[in-house]
């Protein structure tokens, strides 16, 4: 067996970041930038008001109370002609561009008008409510650095640089095989001694919320030449993940029928729990990774294996999160030799610290558990017993 971060380093090492495209802004939500965003324009363009009120000049409002005599109004998309002079105001709508001459905003609470004259209450120093030109970023900035996985509030910002279309790295295509004749897929007709598959499902949403593209392969039965079949469906995808089938049981056929088929591994069995018995290698020069059957044990491994590979793919450079730290609520014993998450739950103490409780029961397959887990708290091997208060390595599930 080989430690998680061996296993986690070899895998990165042979995973490579896709080809680009351009997409449009609606299609960017999630995508993954493949080069610096430049803006093309400064915003706001010109200095504008921040708030309703009147455009004025500070040194009128110095003293007050002092009458001003409006000579006009401008709301926002449109520009007062002219400069206001000593004296003077200009009637101001939030957004619009601050007229010639003046150089603070009075909002209206702090007025009272009659006809054409105002009378300012309360003064106000230069720049009051007043947005400076390329107060939020300037023509020629870098707004967004290549490498960033764009969140809405980015694609409302590319929108604001005017920006409509991005260049962004392909989106992973990936082949998801489920399989082992104990399994069916859910609404199908379950036999007596078979059960609902929960994996491919679970990866597939695993790979969207990554921002990849699952394709779904059938349910491999245990048999070498469907097995094989079947494998052939991931023929131009860029990653292939199978579920089951990866251990050392006479029924364990994934590593035997494709090794024949053209798969070559790197390696094979991590000192981890649950999780032990992961493949990857190449499958036709397909990246494959090959996961445990149990439920749990299949997308632990897929947090910690395939959804690195999976954002490498897609352009970003920096993979595996740096783990958190929480308090523990209930002790731990001695741990062994391989590396374990528990499933746990999260909650804040009244001195706002992260505590945390794994569950009692940690058995591979209650997937239950993981669906009310909020993270994995990780036991390094050979880890000492633990006791509440000490303080424990989290992964958050996120």
Not at 145 to 160: H, M, N, P, T, Y
Request: proline share 7%; charged share 20%.
């Amino acid at each position: 067996m080989i430690s998680v971060a061996e296993a986690q380093q070899r895998l990165i090492e042979g995973i490579k970041p896709l080809g680009v495209e351009q997409v449009t802004l609606n299609e960017a939500l999630g995508r993954v930038l493949a080069e610096d965003l430049v803006a093309r324009r400064t915003q706001p363009p010109w200095a504008v008001s921040a708030m309703d009120g009147y455009a004025v000049r500070a040194a009128d409002v110095e003293k007050v109370p002092v009458r001003l005599k409006v000579i006009g109004a401008v709301p926002a998309g449109q520009a007062y002609e002219g400069a206001v002079k000593a004296g003077e105001a200009v009637r101001i709508f939030t957004g619009a561009p601050l007229p010639d001459g003046t150089d603070c905003i009075i909002i209206q609470e702090d007025t009272e008008r009659q006809d054409d004259i105002v009378e300012v209450r309360e003064g106000a120093p230069k720049g009051t409510y007043v947005r400076p030109a390329g107060l939020d970023f300037s023509e020629g900035d870098v707004g967004l650095k290549a490498g960033r996985r764009l969140s809405f509030s980015d694609v409302g910002f590319a929108a604001a640089m005017n920006r409509p279309w991005l260049t962004v790295y392909r989106r992973p295509r990936v082949a998801i095989l489920p399989t082992g004749d104990e399994v069916v897929m859910p609404g199908d007709r379950v036999g007596l001694h078979q059960i609902v598959s929960s994996n491919g499902i679970a990866l597939s949403a695993l790979v969207t919320s990554c921002g990849g593209v699952p394709i779904h392969l059938p349910i491999a039965p245990d048999d070498s030449a469907s097995l094989q079949r079947i494998a052939t469906g991931a023929a131009g995808a860029d990653l292939l993940l199978t579920t089951g089938g990866a251990s050392v049981g006479e029924h364990d056929l994934v590593r035997g029928a494709l090794s024949a088929d053209g798969l070559t591994i790197d390696f094979w069995s991590v000192a981890m729990r649950p999780g032990k018995p992961l493949m990857v290698g190449r499958y036709r020069d397909t990246p494959m990774i090959g996961l445990p059957g149990n439920p749990v044990s299949t997308l632990v491994c897929g947090l910690l294996f395939a959804k690195p590979a999976l954002e490498r793919m897609s352009g970003i450079e920096n993979v595996f999160p740096t783990p958190m730290r929480a308090r523990l609520k209930v002790p731990l014993a001695v741990n062994d030799r391989r590396q374990d998450y528990l499933r746990s739950t999260m909650s804040r103490a009244a001195d706002s610290t992260i505590e945390v409780e794994p569950f009692k029961k940690q058995d591979s397959s209650m997937i239950s558990l993981l669906a009310r887990a909020d993270c994995l708290v990780i036991r390094a091997p050979h880890a000492e017993s633990a006791n509440p208060g000490d303080w424990v390595e989290i992964l958050p599930i996120s």
